[in-house]
Each structure stands twice: as structure tokens, then as C-alpha cells.
């Protein structure tokens, strides 16, 4: 070993990572797995909003083939505790959705990103945490864009207890100031019934329902999401005392529509990303000029950006 001080060892590039630090150390158990949580955003430095499209400028990217993020991401979680049935505990920033909210990550959620598989709430979410993150936080857009979490708000939850679904809406729509001036909030709602995803985007100053479905329908198939979601805004708007009195416009946006039977959770995810980073309230009923169909390369494109934030937050 003597011998060896002094001398140059070579180090393979693609194992040297800048500013690595040393991952949280597993603190406490859940279910079968060790959760690990990792510190939120929110005591983290503030940074100033980004465009999406520069998040992921510089990772090489084929449609239909693994980015090297993706490959890097999946080595790292094929080394870890996770495929022996292990889970991450994360926890969220107040400003996503409005209180706490911690997510679970297992392999399966992972696995969906890495095999383009039907999407679940633990993706859903981990994507909008990102897009708040990476886009919102610090900004403006904090004032104009606010998400629901589908976890509270779905299918499911509204069979078993409308009006508890109902008085968690309300509830969220009073975390978020008077309302006064136009602003969204995203729900992508799950119908529960085959696990398909559409967005749901209220703009409660001008009582205007946007409706976004990525097959063919509108709301009249989810019949009793829309009487939820309309009695929680008239509760609102009582609760404040709100005189306009006129009735809820819902809108069938003609959006981008997908081709199989797995893409439903991705595109409502980059509905939202394409509303965000255009900056816009209003959502155009033939959606907007810029983004008239989604190609795979858009899809892939969102998986890169939230491998490449599952990384650099160091979930894994």
C-alpha cells in the first residue's frame, strides 16, 4: 500500500458525480422496507422559477429507446434496497398541494417510468412535486396554478363518501387566498373504474370547468365527479360570500388523444406541463396551436425530467 501513494488511478467518467452527498441514513421502518425520507424543498434555498424545456436540455434522448438518465436512474434502483421490497418515504413542500403531503415510492412506481406502463398516484404526484419545483416555485406562478391531490379527490373516495370528497375540495380552494383574480387548479382525477386518468381544471374567479380527456367523452361519463366538483365550488363561493350567482361553465377541451391503452396518466401529466409553461388560464376548446398532438418523444421527454429530478433530489 506504501508503494501506492503518490499514483494515479483511473476512474471510469460515468461513476463521478459533482457535488454528491451523502444519502439520508434509513431512520425508521415501514411496512416490509426501510423508508427513507429525504429533507423537503421547502427548507431547502429557494431558487427562482425555470422553463421545463431546459430542464432536460442536456440529456440525449431517442423516442422509443432508454435515455442514459433512465439507464443511470434504473442501474440505481436495480443496486438498491428497493427490489427487495424496500420503499422511500418523501415528503413534499406545503405549496404542492396546499398542506404536508408525503408520497411512497416503491419498485412498481419505478417500474412504470422505466417500462412506459399505466401510471399511478405515486408518478402522478412525484411529476407534479417536480413541475412545482422546477417551474413554479419562487414565481408568480405559484398565484395562477394550484394542484389537488388524487389521492383525496377520485372515483373511489367519492363512492364511499361524497361529502367528505366534497368538504376536503373545499377545503383546498380555501388554502389558497380569495380567488378573486383567475387562476387554475389542476385535479387529474382517476375514475377508478380501469384506472384511466383525465384532468379536471377549475378556474373558480370566472366559475369555468375545463375538461381534458385524452379519449373520446367528456364529463357526462364521470357524472358523479362533476356534481362533486360543482357543489364544492358553490360551498366555496358561499363560504365567502361571493355574490355572482351565475352557473358553472364546463368546457370539453378538443386535447391531444392517445393512441393505446397505458398513455392516459402521461398525457394528462403534460397537459399540465403545456398549461404551466405557456402561462396560461385559459385553455383554448381546441387546445393550444403549439402542442395540437403528442408524439412519444413528448413522453419521453417528461420521463427523462423526472428521472433526472429523481436523482438530483436523491430519492433513490
Known amino acids: ?43 431547502q434555498k429557494e431558487v427562482p422559477g425555470r422553463k421545463l424545456k431546459s430542464a432536460a436540455k442536456d440529456i440525449p434522448t431517442t423516442s422509443g429507446t432508454k435515455s442514459q438518465i433512465m439507464m443511470r436512474l434504473e442501474k440505481m434502483v436495480d443496486e438498491s434496497d428497493i427490489m427487495h421490497g424496500a420503499i422511500r418515504s418523501i415528503d413534499f413542500d406545503e405549496g404542492v398541494f396546499g398542506a ?17 406502463d399505466e ?21 408568480e406562478l405559484c398565484n395562477r396554478f394550484n394542484f389537488i391531490a388524487a389521492s383525496r379527490i377520485n372515483a373511489t373516495l367519492i363512492t364511499k363518501n361524497p361529502t367528505s370528497v366534497k368538504n376536503d375540495l373545499v377545503d383546498r380552494f380555501m388554502a389558497a387566498g380569495d380567488n378573486t383574480t383567475p387562476s387554475l387548479y389542476f385535479l387529474p382525477f382517476n375514475s377508478g373504474n380501469g384506472d384511466h386518468w383525465v384532468l379536471v381544471a377549475m378556474d373558480l374567479s370566472r366559475l369555468i370547468v375545463y375538461y381534458l380527456d385524452s379519449l373520446s367523452g367528456d364529463w357526462s361519463k364521470y357524472p358523479s365527479m362533476k356534481k362533486t366538483v360543482d357543489a364544492a365550488i358553490i360551498k366555496f363561493r358561499s363560504k365567502k360570500n361571493y355574490r355572482n350567482r351565475k352557473d358553472i361553465t364546463w368546457v370539453r377541451v378538443q386535447c391531444p388523444q392517445q393512441n393505446n ?42 420521463k427523462d425530467e423526472l428521472c433526472q429530478f429523481i436523482v438530483d433530489q436523491r430519492i433513490i
Request: with cysteine; hydrophobic share 40%.
Open 1 to 43: 500500500m506504501r508503494d501506492a501513494v503518490g499514483s494515479f488511478v483511473g476512474w471510469p467518467s460515468d461513476l463521478i458525480f459533482p457535488d454528491a452527498e451523502t444519502p439520508t441514513r434509513p431512520t425508521h421502518k415501514v411496512g416490509k422496507g426501510i423508508s427513507r425520507r429525504i429533507e423537503s424543498v421547502a427548507s
Open 100 to 116: 404536508a403531503h408525503f408520497e411512497i415510492i416503491a419498485k412498481e412506481d419505478m417500474q412504470q417510468l422505466f417500462e412506459h
Open 119 to 139: 401510471l399511478g398516484i405515486a408518478v402522478i404526484h412525484t411529476y407534479i412535486w417536480y413541475m412545482y419545483v422546477t417551474l413554479m416555485r419562487g414565481t
Open 261 to 302: 391503452s397505458v398513455d392516459c396518466g402521461f398525457f394528462v401529466l403534460r397537459f399540465m406541463r403545456d398549461i404551466i409553461a405557456l402561462n396560461r388560464i385559459d385553455i383554448p376548446k381546441m387546445y393550444f396551436e403549439e402542442y395540437k398532438s403528442y408524439s412519444r418523444a413528448h413522453l419521453d421527454e417528461m
